[in-house]
């Protein structure tokens, strides 16, 4: 039995957060870097063009991720508030403030 393998390792990203987690517009960051990469080579007039657009969907990623953190944190304000934890449901409340 002859087995051959060939592995091919690529770049690895590593972002952080300092006693945190990531924010809506950092979160839009890394995703339109897979969505829409915009080459070096491209005509000029392209490129321009397509950095337009790459602004434009990332503004309507923050947009979104930003609404989906705030959902995310009124449903955990509501299950602590439902669970009887009214102190913890506060903070949480007051996370969106700080």
């Known amino acids: 039995m ?4 060939n592995i091919e390792v690529g770049s690895v990203s590593v972002f952080t957060t300092d006693n945190r987690g990531f924010d ?3 979160i839009a960051d890394r ?3 897979k969505i829409i990469f915009v080459g ?5 007039e392209t490129a321009k063009l397509a950095q337009v ?4 969907i990332r503004k309507i990623l923050v947009q979104y991720l930003g609404e989906a953190q705030e ?3 009124k449903t955990v304000y509501e299950r602590l508030t439902q669970g009887g934890y009214p102190e913890a449901a506060q903070f949480v409340k007051r996370l969106k403030e700080e």
């Open 2 to 5: 002859n087995l051959n393998a």
């Open 24 to 26: 809506a517009e950092e």
């Open 31 to 33: 995703a339109i870097d």
């Open 40 to 44: 070096d080579t491209l005509v000029p």
């Open 53 to 56: 657009y790459r602004q434009q």
């Open 71 to 73: 959902s995310e944190r």
